[in-house]
């Protein structure tokens, strides 16, 4: 049974930065591309970051620039690193492996960005 369990949100003003962190146990994760996805209210979750077992990274257009994908396979932990943030950022984080079918998913972690 994989879980995953991220950390890291809160509130911040415009601007701001925060770091997200995603643990995933029960589950040898270096094989797999990860994924940090958002879920803002009213609207279709989406995938903003994804990183491949070797490394290589990819964001949507909106966050490029800004927001910086990593992973520690010694630790089977993903970052997100959130800079410039903007209030449009303001979402619940979640992340999963980047597949057609993913893991179950976490109960992910509130960014709040006021302006």
């Known amino acids: 049974q994989v879980q995953l369990v991220e950390s890291g949100g809160g509130l911040v003003q415009a601007g701001g930065s925060l770091r997200l962190s995603c643990v995933v146990s029960g589950y040898i994760f270096r094989i797999n591309a990860m994924g ?3 879920q803002a209210p009213g609207k279709q979750r989406e995938l903003v970051a994804t990183i491949t077992s070797g ?61």
């Open 36 to 38: 940090w996805y958002r």
């Open 55 to 115: 490394g290589t990274t990819d964001y949507i257009d909106s966050v490029k620039g800004r927001f910086t994908i990593s992973r520690d396979n010694a630790k089977n932990t993903v970052y997100l690193q959130m800079n410039s943030l903007k209030p449009e950022d303001t979402a619940v984080y979640y992340c999963n492996k980047r597949a057609v079918v993913p893991w179950s998913w976490g109960q992910g972690t509130q960014v709040t960005v006021s302006s």
